[in-house]
Nanobody, 125 residues
Framework: QVQLVESGGGLVQAGDSLRLSCAASGRIFSSYVMGWFRQAPGKEREFVAA????????DYADFVKGRFTISRDNAKDTVYLQMNSLKPEDTAVYYCAAARTIATSWRGIDEYDYWGQGTQVTVSS
């Protein structure tokens, strides 16, 4: 079992920055692929970013490329999402997730075994 706890969400204005953190406990953190997803009201949960076990490879949804950066500190069992140039359309609950293995695509929600409770990000215009 892996427990994930997100933090760092809040209410900001358009153009501001936030850094989300996701602290993991339980199994060996470095053995998991980590991802960030988000869900806006009335919409399905969608992929935001993912990072491989060593942190050497990352992937981003097109709508956050150049603005968001995912990173991880395996010594601290924590994954981060640095969000810059925030837009009102980034408003959502942000979830971190952990996957033991990736069968097809690390963008797939079904690939992930463990999820945090989410943290609210609200961007005002």
């Amino acid at each position: 079992q892996v427990q994930l706890v997100e933090s760092g969400g809040g209410l900001v204005q358009a153009g501001d920055s936030l850094r989300l953190s996701c602290a993991a406990s339980g199994r060996i953190f470095s053995s998991y692929v980590m991802g960030w997803f988000r869900q806006a009201p009335g919409k399905e949960r969608e992929f935001v970013a993912a990072i491989r076990r060593s942190g050497g490879s990352t992937d981003y949804a097109d709508f956050v490329k150049g603005r968001f950066t995912i990173s991880r500190d395996n010594a601290k069992d924590t994954v981060y999402l640095q969000m810059n140039s925030l837009k009102p359309e980034d408003t959502a609950v942000y979830y971190c997730a952990a996957a033991r293995t990736i069968a097809t695509s690390w963008r797939g929600i079904d690939e992930y075994d463990y999820w945090g409770q989410g943290t609210q990000v609200t961007v005002s215009s």
